[in-house]
């Protein structure tokens, strides 16, 4: 047979992707949407008291935030989902049974949170000192002024590394594959590795392949726009009503400094 | 308005590492008095100020409201009865101006929504800017910000107020409209502390002219004593270089 034509139907068999196509889409893609936003908030959430920590005048907070960063940056994602997955696994059996899905999560979270909480700390090191100093001079505490008014600027300014952050997470959600999900659990790369396995045609993994870039090449130019907007500023002012100016977010209690 | 306080400070010392930057500084200020402050860059005008409302505590000496110190008390509560007001405005750029002053009052004064935009209209329609309520401070002029600075500070109702060279940053001709509103709080019985270069309003405004140089008072009286008849040499120098 002639090797061109055995590479095209390799991996642009059009009967193996349409066969994949309603799983992929069914199945996949919404395991991988939830695998990647949910560890993006949970990852917030974690990143977010990682950078208070980060810049707390408490060493005690200072040092752990450090220590946790360093090590969850500093270890391939597959390893960190493997010790994690596998590692808690007996833990996890106990609260919601033989299941990795949530702890898939928990890992990819935790790696998040690395990221994100020195994403969020440089944001917050960006807002200029004196926006702390008239927040405190109002009479609002530590606290509430980094609450109202430094993080919610701080978190304008790295929208675009935080969606960034978001594309290498429904990259990264592929490697949850390694802790065995059930079928219903599977997400886009598993299901695209799936087909190619049985089928020993590799179609099926480019359409999961495609489907990842459907995902992720416009979140690049979401980056790319809110970037522009940010440097040359939005063009109209709206309401006053509908400003999200002071975010519910959630800090940690033991963050609370007492700065003077 | 609230009632206004007296200020006083006794024997200010505040040091940052080895660099004494306030040596024994002494001021008073009767209740609904203006005293301005001047003096060279540097002198400590503007750290003085910040160990009134406690953004900065001293290492010795005392601050005094109505004859009480204050020392010992919260600072945040402290700092909610004393407005400040800076020299690069520093209003909140990610919220409308409104949003600048009701802010303070939902979270600080625990008022409620339509209260604390009642009052903040207030205040912005003192100030001559009821018709930016809805604008951001990037899209207002300095003179058009450091107004709305001043009155997202008035709206908390405080007992003193302190400014920080509020009209240095701006352009020549937007400073009148500044110094005009500071001079009608001050007849409104504002008990003020205004670290300033305008001696002019200096001369005309304050009930007391305190001049500081490395870190102390070197001389303190009426205008009329300070600008005509000044005896130390420091402060002889000073002005015939500013006059």
Redesign the interface.
Known sequence: MDPLRTLWETFFDWESMREALPEMLTVGLPNTLILAVTAALLGSALGIVLAVAGISRTRWLRWPARVYTDVFRGLPAAATILLIGVGLAPLGMQVWGPNPYPLGILALSLIASAYLGEIFRSGIQSVEA??L?????????WR?AMR??II??GI?RILPAWVNQLIALIKDSSLVYFLGLLASQRELFRIGQDYAANTGNQSALLLAGLCYLVLTVPLTHVVNWIDQRLRH?RPA?G??GD?P??LDLALPGAAGGNQ? | MSTSVSLSLRDVHLAFGSHQVLRGVDLDVARGGTACVIGPSGSGKSTLLRTV???L?PDRGDVLLDGRSVLRDD???L??R?G?V?Q?F???????V??NIT??LR??RKLGEDEAVARARAELDRVGLAAK????P??LSGGQQQRVAIA??LA?QPQVMLFDEATSALDPELVKGVLALMAELSTQGMTMVVVTHEMGFAREVADTVAFMDAGVVLEAGEPAAIFESARHPRLRRFLSQVL
Do not use: C, K, W, Y
Not at chain 1, 135 to 141: D, E, I, T, V, Y
Not at chain 2, 90 to 96: A, C, K, T
Not at chain 2, 133 to 136: E, F, K, L, M, T
């Open positions: 004196t926006q100093e008239a927040a405190r001079a109002l009479g609002f505490s509430e109202r008014v919610p600027q304008r500023g002012t309401p006053a400003d100016d002071d003077r | 409302n406690r953004l505590e600072p945040d509560a700092r909610q004393i400040m800076f690069q520093n209003l909140f750029p990610h919220m409308s409104e949003r802010l303070p979270r600080i309520a809805d604008a951001r990037a899209h997202r500070a908390m």
